[in-house]
């Protein structure tokens, strides 16, 4: 289902959803016993659907949840797509893991229904909606029967309307990174301030902890390359990830990737190309474009070349370097020993960027950057000329590299 799909679903059909539970959820509060407020949590589910990168930046908050909390079961609720790396990260028991299927409206709502009825028979209490100002998530907080819903609120902002029926409601701060954030939501099951994140700062921004890959997968991936590529053998390998995802407009373009891959091809590096099978076309042209300048140079396809996160995870110990626009890669590499470049225009590194010191962010401050925000659900009102990516200079970008592969 794709985004636009899905946008059009969490409007239409959530506005009216998010208002009737509203009015339900006032009708039972009125005949119900008020729950203790000092009672602990029997079982949190922690509800972040979309992001892939944004698991990565909530490894503070499952850790905090788990250090407060230690008799509590954690669940997390998610797209199935986005399984494979909570499961790398080990932060909920495999067994507390619900996935949502959006392949299909069809395959969506008769996976809804099944993690909604494991939820009511884990007795969840408390669920947290980690995302921004999403309908369906905020439904769901209700639907698992928590008695205690914590969320982002909108406050005094017009529209993003979602119903009255989150009870710890935590005002969205445009200026604090989103892993500081979640961990607020998850402080916020037990305040009692007004409103519920005006709490004491605590440090954040913690890199989440290396992966740990089995060894014999790190060489199979070095092993798959000597065989099918054997002219980058040798060489320090630069990956790089051209594609925007479902958004493109986060995308660098394609001639400043050429030119930064054409200077890396004149250091005496190997370059790769790598996303999903649908960003084939896009690395396909890359490579054709440095070798119409450098015939036969190591620039290689990798779209669709690792089957699994972990495999790409395996294939960041192989490499030395990442430049990537901003999406999941950059987020995974976190998990990885790699040095990353991350280029951020329509969004910004002040609230998204890796929590790694290997990780050096691009960022141009044009006055209408960044603007895909909670508030617009991420839908740009630029007309695609994304000059707040276009201006960053691929020098610049060769230069930060040579100095990242230069270092340990």
């Known amino acids: 289902m794709n985004i636009d799909t899905q946008r059009w679903i969490d409007r239409w059909i959530g506005i009216p959803l998010c208002a009737a539970v509203s009015v339900l959820d006032a009708l039972i509060s009125q005949f119900k016993t008020p729950s203790r407020a000092d009672a602990a949590p029997r079982a949190i589910v922690v509800i972040l659907l979309s992001e892939m990168g944004s698991l990565v930046l909530a490894h503070d908050m499952f850790a905090r949840l788990k250090q407060r909390y230690p008799n509590a079961e954690l669940h997390a609720l998610l797209f199935k797509k986005n399984r494979e790396i909570l499961d790398l990260m080990h932060v909920v028991d495999a067994a507390h893991i619900?996935?949502?299927?959006?392949?299909?409206?069809?395959?969506?709502?008769?996976?809804?229904?099944?993690?909604?009825?494991?939820?009511?028979?884990?007795?969840?209490?408390?669920?947290?909606?980690?995302e921004l100002f999403s309908r369906i998530s905020s439904l769901l907080s209700f639907a698992c029967g928590a008695s205690v819903r914590v969320g982002f609120h909108r406050h005094t902002q017009e529209g993003l309307y979602r119903g009255s029926h989150i009870n710890r409601r935590v005002p969205y701060n445009p200026y604090h990174h989103i892993s500081a954030q979640f961990l607020t939501l998850a402080r916020a099951i037990d305040s009692t301030a007004v409103p519920k994140s005006k709490l004491p700062v605590m440090t954040t921004g913690k890199p989440p902890p290396h992966v740990q890959l089995d060894g014999a997968l790190v060489q199979s991936i070095q092993t798959r390359l000597d065989q099918d590529f054997p002219e980058i053998a040798g060489r320090p390998l630069v990956l790089v990830y051209p594609g925007g995802g479902i958004l493109p407009i986060r995308a660098?373009?394609?001639?400043?990737?050429?030119?930064?891959?054409?200077?890396?091809?004149?250091?005496?590096?190997?370059?790769a190309v790598i996303g999903l099978?649908?960003?084939?076309?896009?690395?396909?042209?890359?490579?054709?474009?440095?070798?119409?300048?450098?015939?036969?140079?190591?620039?290689?396809?990798?779209?669709?070349y690792t089957r699994s996160i972990s495999e790409l995870l395996a294939l960041f110990h192989v490499a030395r370097l990442l430049v990537t626009n901003d999406g999941g890669p950059g987020q995974f590499a976190a998990l990885t020993p790699i040095w990353t470049l991350m280029l951020f225009g329509p969004e910004t590194p002040r609230l998204y960027a890796p929590l790694t010191p290997q990780c050096y962010s691009f960022f141009s401050h044009w006055p209408c950057s960044p603007c895909l925000t909670a508030y617009n659900h991420r839908s740009s009102y630029c007309d695609g000329d994304n000059q707040c990516l276009k201006v960053i200079q691929p020098i610049e970008v060769l230069t930060k590299a040579r100095e990242c592969l230069a270092s340990p």
């Open 98 to 130: 619900h996935t949502l299927d959006d392949r299909s409206l069809s395959t969506l709502l008769s996976s809804l229904w099944r993690a909604i009825l494991a939820l009511r028979r884990a007795h969840v209490d408390v669920a947290i909606d980690c």
């Open 252 to 271: 660098w373009p394609l001639a400043s990737y050429t030119a930064l891959c054409e200077g890396l091809v004149t250091d005496g590096c190997a370059v």
């Open 277 to 304: 099978k649908d960003d084939q076309v896009l690395a396909r042209q890359l490579v054709a474009n440095v070798q119409a300048t450098f015939p036969a140079s190591p620039v290689i396809d990798l779209t669709g």
